[in-house]
């Protein structure tokens, strides 16, 4: 089956780290990737890691893949105001651009 | 920026009518995708586009069509709109299959269906 889950709600203090949590179930995908929506907007590519990888770094972001127990999560570092947005982690299917989007996490962060 | 753009930005119809909605690729994007953004959920996948063919599609009904054309633009037709029908639609835009698969977004149409 085809889903992927994540917590609705993150409030974090300014310059705290923020880790958003996601699991998947779809065993196929080739990619997994965060994006980030601001109000009325579209979203936006943050990273995305290959799935034979277990961790990605990019300056303050960081992927954590644990493929065994198909969960997904991104690490923010000093997290900023400017980071407030709905994140959504998806999941590619294997062969196809057909993305499986999660929920979303709402990210607040509080000055 | 990524290059795609859609239009309208937003719009309003009522319960039947049809709507048209537009996306233009980014040069050299030849697959297209189309998603449903309700309120307060992810976007759900309706189809994906390649070469001017339906490559994909996802859980919806077939009042749900689409084309894509020589120039790789894309437009969104949906018939006797429902009141469900009220989402913002996205436009995503990428490459040859194969690669990173990293999918360019519009910033979406905001259709409500009164």
């Known amino acids: 089956g085809e889903d992927v889950e994540q917590s609705l709600f993150l409030s974090v203090r300014e310059g705290d780290s923020s880790v958003i949590n996601c699991t998947y179930t779809?065993?196929?995908?080739?990619?997994l990737y965060w994006y980030k929506q601001e109000p009325g907007a579209g979203l936006q590519l943050l990273t995305y890691?290959?799935?034979?990888?277990d961790m990605k770094q990019d300056q303050r972001l960081t992927v954590l893949l644990n493929k065994k127990d198909k969960h997904l999560s991104l690490r923010i570092a000093d997290t900023q105001t400017g980071d407030s947005a709905i994140y959504f982690c998806?999941?590619?299917?294997?062969?196809?651009?057909?993305?499986?989007f999660g929920t979303g996490t709402r990210l607040k962060v509080l000055a | 920026e990524t290059g795609v753009t859609q239009s309208p930005t937003h719009l309003i119809k009522t319960r039947g009518q049809q709507v048209t909605l537009r996306c233009s690729s980014q040069?050299?994007?030849?697959?297209v995708s189309w998603y449903q953004q309700a309120l307060g959920q992810g976007p759900q996948f309706i189809f994906q586009?390649?070469?001017?063919?339906?490559?994909g599609r996802g859980n919806f009904p077939p009042r749900f069509s689409g084309l894509q054309f020589p120039n790789y633009s894309s437009e969104l037709n949906v018939n006797a709109l429902e009141l469900d029908d009220s989402a913002l639609y996205l436009c995503?835009?990428?490459?040859?299959?194969?690669?990173?698969?990293?999918?360019?977004f519009g910033e979406g149409s905001r259709l409500t269906v009164l």
């Open positions: 995503a835009t990428s490459g040859e299959l194969g690669n990173t698969g990293e999918l360019f």
């Open positions: 779809d065993s196929s995908s080739t990619y």
């Open positions: 890691i290959f799935s034979n990888m």
């Open positions: 998806a999941e590619s299917i294997k062969e196809t651009y057909k993305y499986i």
């Open positions: 040069s050299g994007h030849n697959t």
């Open positions: 586009y390649y070469r001017e063919e339906e490559n």
